[in-house]
């Protein structure tokens, strides 16, 4: 960062914004997207997996070989779920430079 502006290369292209235009640089950590997508969908796979354990047990005794297809398609829809909510929330930035 230079006195005036800030120098960045984007897409292999040399970039330079004035210091008056720049309120807040901030670093992201490479892959933390996919890496919270990836405890996001394990989590909610569990999580899932708990929810059909009870809405299997509750299944009349007549579709009870229908406990595991339950199980495992709470579990899928919770890791879906899970991952969408890991890469949106796991994008934490460090912030090196706030405007005074």
Do not use: C
């Amino acid at each position: 960062m230079a006195d005036q502006s800030i120098s960045l290369r984007a897409k292999q292209k040399d970039i330079a914004i004035t210091q008056a235009e720049v309120s807040r640089v901030q670093l992201r950590p490479a892959g933390n997207r996919r890496h919270g997508g990836w405890i996001g969908a394990a989590i909610g796979a569990g999580a899932g997996a708990g929810v059909g354990a009870g809405i299997a047990e509750g299944v009349a005794t007549d579709f009870s070989n229908l406990r595991p297809v339950i199980i495992g398609v709470s579990a899928g829809l919770g890791a879906l779920v899970g991952a969408a909510v890991g890469s949106v929330v796991g994008g934490r930035h460090t912030t090196i430079y706030t405007a005074k």
